[in-house]
């Protein structure tokens, strides 16, 4: 499969806009052990951000983060930090830990970025009930708690950003729960602008199309699937990390200082293809 070349870090190389205003700010991002959230956790650290990943394997996590500093991928001379911690981000009491940890830690959170996120491919006619519950468990409820738990230890403003998908405008056939999960956090995302607007945080949301991540390995398995998946991308190709990234580093930056409730698609044209 050919994936756009992408020889830029994020972050730490030509191409990427540089935030100076964001050193030293911290940062939460959850489902930071691999794909998206991964790239936005060392885009950030290369940023000069603090950040948190937190992902359901604190293992996976360490070692993701261990290996980025080994190959040189985080900038050594930068203020910026990555650490790990464990969480399950269905579960309000864990992702209170993470918020706590930002705040005893750097004694200040600036950015959360709702992340995690599990995806389904089950028509109407076969899901389950377990299926339904973790979709929403970790989707939804994931962005709910994390919001409610950022919102609080928040001092001053700040910025969350929630990971919506193309499938929440665009639905497809046998993705019903999915699509249903990602259009709630799109309308989170403008009921939490509404709600924290009064205390200086913006909330906006990234709506991916067709991504180049583990998630996608289903499709890009299956000559057939990639097929009909590149057919519904005006610009005829996948996605990377680094694109979608790019996107969010501005709506986290002061660029951005007057946008908020916004989702931004980020998905090649997909959303009208
Ligand atoms: N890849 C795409 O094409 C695509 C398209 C649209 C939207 N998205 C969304 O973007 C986000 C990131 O997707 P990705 O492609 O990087 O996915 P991915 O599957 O590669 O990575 C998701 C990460 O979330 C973690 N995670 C899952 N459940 C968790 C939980 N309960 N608690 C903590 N961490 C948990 C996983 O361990 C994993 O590290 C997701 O919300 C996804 O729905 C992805």
């Not at 705040?103 to 996120?117: E, Q, S």
């Not at 949301?205 to 991308?233: C, R, Y």
């Not at 930056?253 to 980020?266: E, M, N, P, R, W």
Request: hydrophobic share 40%; proline share 3%; charged share 20%.
């Amino acid at each position: 499969m050919k994936v756009e070349d992408q020889s830029t870090q994020p972050g730490s190389g030509t191409g990427v806009a540089q935030y100076p205003e964001l050193a030293g700010r911290v940062a939460v991002v959850t489902g930071a052990a691999r794909g998206m959230g991964a790239c936005f956790a060392l885009g950030l650290a290369n940023q000069g951000v603090h950040v948190i990943g937190v992902d359901l394997d604190q293992d996976v996590l360490q070692k993701s983060f261990d290996t980025a500093r080994q190959e040189g991928r985080l900038a050594s001379n930068g203020t910026g930090s990555l650490t790990a911690m464990r969480c399950d981000v269905s579960r309000r009491d864990e992702l209170f830990k993470v918020a706590a940890e930002a705040k005893a830690r750097f004694g200040r959170l600036d950015i959360w970025i709702n992340n995690a996120g599990v995806f389904i491919q089950a028509p109407i006619a076969g899901v389950t009930p377990e299926e339904v519950e973790r979709t929403f468990g970790v989707n939804v409820d994931g962005v709910i708690f994390g919001a409610q738990a950022a919102a609080g230890a928040m001092q001053g403003g700040g910025v969350i950003i929630n990971m919506a998908s193309v499938a929440a405008f665009r639905v497809r056939r046998g993705r019903p729960v999915y699509s249903a999960s990602k259009a709630a956090v799109h309308s989170l995302t403008q009921s939490l602008a509404v709600e924290l607007g009064d205390q200086g945080i913006r909330v906006n949301g990234v709506a991916p199309g067709f991504i180049d991540t583990e998630m996608t390995n289903w499709v890009k398995e299956n000559p057939e699937a990639m097929a009909k998946a590149l057919s519904t991308v005006p610009l005829g190709r996948i996605g990377t990390p680094e694109q979608v990234f790019n996107a969010l580093l501005f709506l986290v930056s002061d660029s951005a200082s007057y946008i908020s409730g916004q989702t931004l698609g980020v998905d090649g044209g997909s959303r009208h293809g």
